[in-house]
């Protein structure tokens, strides 16, 4: 199965500055995927991020609040910009994979302060 | 409500016993995932079904998807601690190799030694 490396694994921030998460996988893939899980909640998808196009966002989210970029097929980033305490939660990139369904990063949890 | 519903919420067992989780879809499923998660950690992949009838075995772990009924379940034989977790379902609700997944609300198991 595609192994990803997300980075960072955990990170306090201070409200009102932004963090950005970064997502490496060892193969070429066609879509990524970000989600996020709040403290409690289940995985909740934020965006899918095709290489060379628009991130598409899911109800609830934009693009100013989370940006993402895609410059190639095997890395992606999510930004999480003007934080809030509410946007403390673990956020998880992961790839299609044919024969293993959907493999995840191991998740940034950010606590915002 | 929501596109995929769990059941139990939460379940506490004797060691030794067995149990079913159930997940339910408010649509057509062209796949169906399951997942474990231990507190703090990343998701574990358990199974994946993507045929009406299917069903999957790994070691105590049985999983089945009824495509009519739109409902998948995960069944666990003669439960271990290593059993606990929570188990989440996710569904594909398009016919295509990179759609975005969707997941359930989780299942919290406790297995009592």
């Known amino acids: 199965s595609a192994v990803i490396s997300q980075k960072p694994s955990r990170d306090i921030c201070q409200r009102g500055t932004s963090l950005t998460i970064q997502c490496q996988v060892d193969?070429?893939?066609?879509?990524m995927f970000w989600y996020r899980q709040q403290p409690g909640q289940s995985l909740t998808l934020i965006a899918t991020?095709?290489?060379?196009?628009?991130?598409?966002?899911e109800s609830g989210f934009v693009i100013d609040k989370f940006p993402i970029s895609r410059p190639n097929l095997t890395f992606s980033t999510l930004t999480v910009s003007n934080m809030s305490p509410e946007d403390s939660s673990i956020y998880l990139c992961?790839?299609?994979?044919?024969?293993?369904?959907?493999?995840f990063g191991s998740g940034t949890r950010l606590t915002v302060v | 409500s929501q596109e995929l519903e769990q059941s139990p919420q939460s379940l506490i067992v004797q060691e030794g016993k067995n149990l079913t989780i159930n997940c339910t879809s408010s649509?057509?499923?062209?796949?169906l995932y399951w997942y474990k998660q231990k507190y703090g950690e990343g998701l574990i992949f358990l199974m994946m079904?993507?045929?009406?009838?299917e069903e999957k075995s790994h070691e105590k772990i049985t999983a089945k998807l009824d495509e009519k009924k739109q409902q998948s379940s995960l069944h666990i034989t003669a439960s271990q601690p290593s059993h606990a977790g929570i188990y989440l379902c996710?569904?594909?609700?398009?016919?295509?190799?990179?759609?975005?997944?969707?997941f359930g609300p989780g299942t919290s198991l406790s297995v009592i030694p």
């Open positions: 992961s790839v299609s994979d044919r024969d293993y369904g959907y493999t």
């Open positions: 193969s070429q893939v066609t879509m």
């Open positions: 991020a095709n290489q060379g196009s628009e991130a598409t966002y």
């Open positions: 649509k057509t499923l062209y796949g």
């Open positions: 079904l993507q045929k009406g009838g």
């Open positions: 996710g569904a594909v609700h398009r016919r295509t190799s990179y759609d975005k997944v969707i």
